[in-house]
Antibody, heavy 126, light 107 residues
Framework: QVQLQESGPGLVKPSQTLSLTCTVS??????????WTWLRQSAGKGLEWIGR???????NYSPSLKSRLTISVDTSKNQFSLKLSSVTAADTAIYFC??????????????????WGQGTPVTVSS | DIQMTQSPSSLSASVGDRVTITCRAS??????LTWFQQKPGKAPKLLIY???TLQSGVPSRFSGSGSGTVFTLTISSLQPEDFATYYC?????????FGQGTKVEIK
């Protein structure tokens, strides 16, 4: 059973960089064909997709966050990370990491999120 | 971005009631639709993927249907543990987008 666990500071000052890590257990982050994804949830914007990287290489970011966002992977630690720069109060949210897999229905692959971390709250405040 | 709109935003129901939640996409998404259940302080839990495939371990009282732009999640007989917020999500394109949620409360 795959498990994901987010970690990082719960409080970040405005204009600084938010750094979070997702540690994956129960499976290698390097195997299979998955998208390892960051999402967040706030009262104001609901559930929001931030971005992802693919086990076969490459990343994909939300257009609204792309200029401030970096997602990277450390396969030796079975972790992937998020860095969001120049944060403001609007970045206050619960941050989740998740795995997206595909279901083959005979003619197309349909992605869905099958495993999630428990979430970590982040507050942006001075 | 594809907009996902759920209705109603909240509902009150009794144990044993049949509950239906609707999700509409701003463009056709075929069956690239997932339903989640979320309880306070917890991560979303996968219920249904590909619009109608029940995730392993999820009770059969949950069912999903629809294709294109209109989808429904039905709980055939509401149980006490089903009081939660439900979200639909499209995986047809990026950015992935979610509905605003439907909170199912006890009447």
């Amino acid at each position: 059973q795959v498990q994901l666990q987010e970690s990082g500071p719960g409080l970040v000052k405005p204009s600084q960089t938010l750094s979070l890590t997702c540690t994956v257990s129960g499976g290698s982050i390097n195997s299979g064909r998955y998208s390892w994804t960051w999402l967040r949830q706030s009262a104001g914007k609901g559930l929001e997709w931030i971005g992802r990287f693919f086990t076969h290489g490459g990343t994909n970011y939300s257009p609204s966050l792309k200029s401030r966002l970096t997602i990277s992977v450390d396969t030796s630690k079975n972790q992937f990370s998020l860095k969001l720069s120049s944060v403001t109060a609007a970045d206050t949210a619960i941050y989740f990491c998740a795995r997206e897999t595909d279901f083959w229905n005979g003619y197309s692959e349909i992605p869905y999120f099958d495993f999630w971390g428990q979430g970590t709250p982040v507050t942006v405040s001075s | 971005d594809i907009q996902m709109t759920q209705s109603p935003s909240s509902l009150s129901a009794s144990v044993g009631d049949r509950v239906t939640i609707t999700c509409r996409a701003s463009q056709s998404i075929s069956n690239y639709l997932t339903w989640f259940q979320q309880k306070p302080g917890k991560a979303p839990k996968l219920l249904i993927y590909t619009a109608s495939t029940l995730q392993s371990g999820v009770p059969s009282r949950f069912s999903g249907s629809g294709s294109g732009t209109v989808f429904t999640l039905t709980i055939s007989s509401l149980q006490p543990e089903d009081f939660a917020t439900y979200y639909c999500q499209q995986s047809f394109s990026t950015p992935r987008t979610f509905g605003q949620g439907t909170k199912v409360e006890i009447k």
